[in-house]
């Protein structure tokens, strides 16, 4: 054995002072020999790091502090025996204890770390298996307790496994429990702040076979979990159960006893013969004409099933038996077939609710048919009587449909007055859902798609009239996709189809046509006929139906009509102010050329003007410059000289002339009487200065205008 004590470890601090110091223990040891059995030792040109070694075949390393030992780090080693168990690997194993008689009588450490607490005879030898090596291990007051992996080598898998364990036999039953601290309060007797502290679960080992998992805080309470899963207190919630496979078959039912007693909550299975009376059926004073039967159907042993029905107001034996699940049948003169009334529903609640499944023709979750000759006659009249924040006459939902999935499907197949698929119509000042409002038809969509197309919060197929304001704050869209049009050309002669519109103001007749939905007021706008006379295809013709009352009376006739649609306009609008633009931009150039002209004549009269040096008489050209521009000049910008090229479309008085962009510096570059032709002129800049400058082409006073901008070298 070899140890170490806290004054030589000074010394071998005092040593490393200068860098990393090194401790061997070596048969040789290069450093001092002290009381035969310790050593300290250091090397002082700090080349290695501090190192503790001992090279002795199968011999630990141990420490000890104030004459205890305190822990030890396994050689290579095998245990003879562990526990129940032989020839058990422990090489490098660690060992952290407070008590130096710890392996008095033990053998350890059992694993890659062992904790332990207690000296010998207190370290549970017997719970240990070979598996326990790859971990953490916990000894104390005679019990024993591991953290860490188990391999199963065989089928290359490993488990994380959290093990405890207790004296051996059955004495105690140790648990494994969970619980959470606060800040100390020495009041407290239980809970987070108690000295024990809050217990959230616990596992209890009831016997050798079965271990109970407890939720809530049984140190508290003072018992143990009696069940295999026992929850103190508190609600259970299980947000999914399997729904896979439909329970076909089954004959047992899962029940819960209320009894108080030690089974009060405890889940529990019965037949499902048993919910029901023996002969299926039950009746009330069918004497006294108080008719209501259940179980009504075929004779079979299977009772209730989907054979039987359940009668109101009709004794057995009567004709059309059984023609429902729910048959009621009634002589009075106001009856209401079904009256659900719910009060001070919470929650999600629906007075009925009408589920129809399968592959059938026509599968509907309400069929309501109404026969008769009555005035007012309705195949489904419901009503919501509330005052909650949303309540609905008709609550239609479709789940998991595939193909057509409609929650209400309105179709009138008739040639009454009125035919209407569905009727929507708000008659109270209730708020709907949001936004607040009153509504007709409410029409929403819930995580509307940013693709438009996908989702609709309402669908028309065919013509759409509201009497009233459109409010549509997206804006209204139409079809203009290029891929969706053909015999596509370019809109011209705008300005003269806008020419011939008459905007006007005016006023409808509200009162003489009340069932047309007009607005009152002044308002802007066109006249159908006028319009139709320019643009035909903005104009068509509508009849607004007659209006009847309920006993067919005729009170309002149908009134032929024409509407408008005003944004075909607006292509014209935009194609007559393209030519405008065309028309103010040609101006505008025409003006720009007779301001310049104007402007070098006026700067300078004949009396200031200069004769720039030069021919006498221009050269007239041999036909290369091809005339389509009166003035050109060649190259522009130029740095000193530049030609001048210009045609003369009939014989007169000529002047070429250039001046500065201020018209201060007027020069004539030629002036002669010349027949008609091309003619060139070689200008030499020389003395004038970089800049822009206008030349002038004058025929018998008639000027032509062109830039021409010289520039430094």
Request: charged residues 20%.
């Amino acid at each position: 054995m070899i140890t170490k004590r806290v004054s030589t470890w000074a010394c071998a601090l005092t040593l490393a002072s200068v860098g990393y110091a090194q401790i061997d223990w070596h048969a040789n040891p290069g450093g001092n020999f002290i009381n035969g059995s310790e050593w300290f030792g250091a090397d002082g040109s700090s080349t290695v790091p501090l190192r503790i070694r001992h090279d002795a075949a199968d011999y630990p390393i141990e420490f000890y502090t104030a004459g205890d030992f305190r822990a030890r780090i396994n050689p290579r080693i095998t245990y003879g025996s562990l526990g129940s168990f032989s020839s058990i690997p422990a090489h490098g194993f660690a060992l952290i204890t407070p008590n130096n008689s710890f392996f008095n009588t033990v053998k350890g450490p059992f694993t890659r770390l062992h904790l332990a607490d207690g000296g010998a005879g207190n370290d549970q030898q017997l719970a240990f298996r070979p598996w326990m090596s790859n971990g953490v291990t916990f000894t104390g007051n005679f019990d024993h307790g591991y953290v860490g992996q188990k391999y199963r080598e065989e089928e290359d898998y490993t488990d994380m496994v959290v093990h405890w364990s207790d004296n051996p036999g059955n004495e105690r039953m140790d648990r494994l429990r969970f619980l959470f601290t606060s800040g100390y309060d020495q009041s407290a007797p239980t809970g987070a702040q108690s000295w024990e502290g809050l217990e959230g679960m616990r596992l209890w080992p009831k016997d050798f076979r079965e271990v109970n998992v407890g939720v809530g805080d049984f140190y508290a309470d003072g018992t143990e979990p009696s069940e295999r899963l026992h929850v103190l207190n508190g609600r259970v919630r299980i947000e999914e159960l399997p729904d896979n496979a439909a329970a076909v078959g089954l004959t047992k039912v899962v029940v819960v006893d209320d009894a108080f007693t030690d089974e009060r909550g405890v889940l529990k299975w019965m037949d499902i013969t048993d919910l029901v009376p023996a002969d299926c059926e039950w009746e009330m004073n069918t004497g006294a004409n108080n008719d209501l039967f259940t179980a009504q159907g075929p004779a079979d042993p299977n009772c209730p099933d989907a054979t039987d029905a359940v009668m109101i107001g009709t004794a057995p034996g009567t004709p059309g038996l059984a023609s429902a699940k729910l048959h009621v049948r009634s002589a009075n003169t106001f009856v209401q077939g079904l009256d659900v009334n719910i009060s001070n529903a919470t929650g999600n609640s629906m007075g009925a609710v009408l589920n129809v499944t399968g592959s059938g023709q026509s599968v509907r979750g309400v069929g309501a048919v109404t026969n008769g000759s009555s005035q007012v006659a309705y195949a489904g009249d419901f009503h919501a009587f509330d005052f909650s924040p949303y309540a609905a006459g008709v609550n239609a939902v479709v789940y998991n449909g595939t193909g057509y999935a409609v929650g209400v499907d309105g179709v009138a197949r008739s040639s009454g007055l009125v035919n209407a698929g569905i009727v929507g119509t708000q008659q109270t000042t209730s708020v709907p859902p949001p936004p607040n409002g009153n509504y007709g038809v409410f029409g929403a969509v819930q995580n509307q798609s940013t693709t438009i197309g996908t989702d609709w919060a309402g669908y028309f197929r065919g013509n759409v009239n509201v009497t009233g304001t459109g409010v549509i704050p997206g804006g209204t869209w139409s079809p203009s996709d290029e891929a969706l049009k053909e015999n596509i050309e370019v809109l011209e002669g705008g300005l003269s189809v806008v020419s011939q519109l008459n905007p006007r103001s005016y006023d409808y007749q509200v009162n003489a046509y009340p069932h047309v939905g007009l607005p009152a007021g002044q308002q802007f706008g066109f006249l159908a006929q006028e319009l139709e006379q320019v643009i035909p295809e903005a104009v068509k013709d509508i009849t607004f139906p007659a209006q009847s009352d309920s006993t067919g009376l005729e009170v309002q006739p149908a009134v032929a009509s024409k509407i408008v649609n005003t944004s075909v306009i607006i292509p014209f609008l935009v194609s007559a102010i393209q030519e405008l633009n065309a028309r103010n931009d040609a101006l505008a150039e025409q003006m720009g050329e007779l301001q310049d002209a104007l402007a070098a004549c006026c700067a300078n009269p004949d009396g200031s003007r200069q004769q720039a040096p030069g021919l006498d008489q221009p050269s007239e050209l041999d036909g290369s410059f091809n005339g389509n521009e009166k003035l050109r000049i060649q190259p522009n910008p130029f740095n000193e000289r530049t030609t001048v090229f210009y045609t003369l479309d009939r014989g007169g008085r000529t002047q070429l002339m250039a001046n500065s962009s201020d018209g201060r510096d007027l020069r004539v570059l030629q002036e002669a009487d010349l027949e008609a032709g091309n003619y060139q002129f070689d200008w030499n800049t020389a003395a004038l200065a970089p800049g822009m400058y206008y030349v002038t082409l004058l025929l018998d006073g008639q000027p032509v205008v062109k830039k021409a901008v010289k520039v430094d070298r």
